[in-house]
């Protein structure tokens, strides 16, 4: 055998630690590698923004036994907008570090235990995410398994490199981190800016002195209007604002004639006017900014 023929046979590198998984086993690290790094790098993207955890305005008023286990974890989450954002910038992290072969392997070790986590809080609290937890895991079982031999090398031999050569990483790389973007400000815009809103309106109020027959209203956040009638129970209808002043609400027989109404705001007052008549709001004690 020629000199240069051995050395090319020693300086070639396995294709994962110490065994070699050939074609198929780089198809399937690949296909894992980048479906963790899009969903990471899109739902990452939406948290550090802020545009998944947010609460209805209705739900301060409801009792804690009468609040299911998806708007418990998205409460909890939501109380702290910058502990949000801190778990995007987490996941957009993973999904980088998926993006390129030479540190998967670190990304398998950060991801597995992370992932193994939320699909246990989409699991016994119903979170209804499971569709996309589970087969993040799975992928992320996969890489594991491939990566095995590396990783039990790095943690357990006397040594081992994580790291791991790459050929041309840029290209897929590079699309699924624009893939990922460009739908995570698709979804930021539809939760955050698609319908016009008065800060000022959204949130909780209260009748007072002559009223329909209903309690409260709660302006939620996008088209949502949330009605409590004088039995305490919710009817959910949408609303538009057209203009500061301004809105149409859906048809609704506990709201007779306020299809489109004015409105304006008098102190801490809010005046709706109707063809009906002028109804007055104010804030709930609890609920009062």
């Not at 589970?134 to 890489?143: C, D, E, K, S, V």
């Amino acid at each position: 055998m020629a000199h240069g023929e051995a050395s090319l046979i020693v300086t070639q590198q396995p294709f994962l630690g110490d065994k070699d998984w050939g074609i198929n086993g780089r198809r399937a690290e690949s296909a894992c590698r980048y479906f963790i790094a899009f969903l990471m790098l899109l739902y990452g993207l939406v948290k550090v923004f802020q545009g998944q955890f947010y609460t209805d305005e209705y739900w301060r008023d409801t009792s804690l036994r009468n609040l299911d286990g998806m708007q418990l974890v998205w409460s909890f989450y939501s109380h702290s907008p910058l502990y949000q954002s801190l778990l995007g910038l987490v996941e957009v992290f993973l999904g980088i570090l998926f993006l390129f072969r030479r540190t998967t392997a670190l990304g398998v070790v950060l991801f597995v235990p992370i992932m193994t986590n939320l699909v246990a809080i989409n699991f016994f609290f119903q979170v209804g995410a499971l569709p996309s937890a589970i087969p993040l895991l799975l992928a992320g079982f996969i890489l594991l398994f491939l990566h095995w031999h590396r990783l039990k090398s790095f943690f357990w031999d006397t040594s081992g490199d994580l790291a791991q050569p790459g050929t041309r990483p840029w290209l897929g790389s590079a699309s699924v981190a624009s893939v990922a973007t460009c739908l995570a400000a698709l979804i930021l815009y539809n939760n955050l800016l698609r319908f016009p809103q008065d800060h000022k309106l959204r949130g909780a109020w209260q009748f007072v002195g002559e009223r329909p027959r209903v309690n409260k209203l709660y302006f939620e956040k996008g088209k949502t209007l949330v009605i409590q009638d004088d039995r305490n129970e919710l009817h959910f209808i949408d609303y538009h604002l057209y203009r500061q002043g301004q809105l149409s609400l859906e048809e609704t027989p506990l709201l007779p004639g306020f299809s489109k109404v004015d409105y304006r705001f008098e102190g801490e007052k809010l005046v709706l006017e109707s063809p009906l008549g002028n109804w007055s709001m104010m804030r709930p004690a609890s609920n009062a900014r």
